[in-house]
C-alpha cells in the first residue's frame, strides 16, 4: 500500500523545479545583459574614437533621428551637471538592487520581466562605466522631430528594459487574478454539488414516509373489502 507523501517531501520535490527555473532566469538574463551591454559598447567605441564631440555624423534618417556625438557628464537635459561620479555609484547600487531582486523573485518571474531586467542592468552598467573610466556618457543618438535628450543604446536598454518589465508584470497579475477567479468558481460548483445531493436525499426520506402510509392505507383498505366480503 502506497503511503501518504509527507510535507517534507513534496517540498523536496518542488525544488528541483524551482531550482531549474532559478538557473533559467540567471541564464537568460546573463545572456541577454552581455549581448546589450557588448553592442553598447561597440557603438559607443566606434563613434568616441571616430569622430569629435559636437560633430553631426549623418544628416537625419527618415526625418527621425541623426547622429551626432555628445560627452554628457549629468543626467537627460543637463540635470546634475558635472555629477558624473555620483551618478556611476547611483546606477551601480540600482543594478545591485536588480541582482539582489532578481535572485530573490526569478522563481515566480515570466520571460517578460526578467528580460526587462537584464535590459535595465545592462544599460545601467554601461553608462556607469563610461563614467567611471571616461568621465562622461558617451550619447550620439539625436531625435530631430522633437526636443529631446541625445541619448545611446543603453538609455534605450533601460527605457525599453523598464516598459517590458511593467508591462510583464501587470500581465502576471492579471493572469493570476484570473486563475484564482477560475479556482474560485470551481470552488463553488464543488459545494453546490454536495448541497444539491444533500437536498435530494432529504427530498427523498421525506416522500419514503408518505409512501409507506399511502401503502398501509391501500392495504387497510384491501382488507375491509375482503370482510365485507
Partial sequence: MEQPRTELQVEASANPSKRGKRARAALVFACLAAVWLAFDMATKNYFNGSFAPGDVITDPIAGLFRFRLVHNTGAAWGMFGDSTFALGIMSVLVCTALLVYLIAASKDMNEGQIIGLALVFAGGIGNALDRFTLGYVVDFIDFTFIDFPVFNIADIGVTCGFAVFIASMLYAWRKADRKAALEAQ???????EPCAEK??????RDAAPEDDESAEAAHGAGEGKETIA
Fill in 186 to 192: 470551481k470552488a463553488d460548483r464543488g459545494d453546490a
Fill in 199 to 204: 437536498a435530494a436525499e432529504g427530498k427523498a
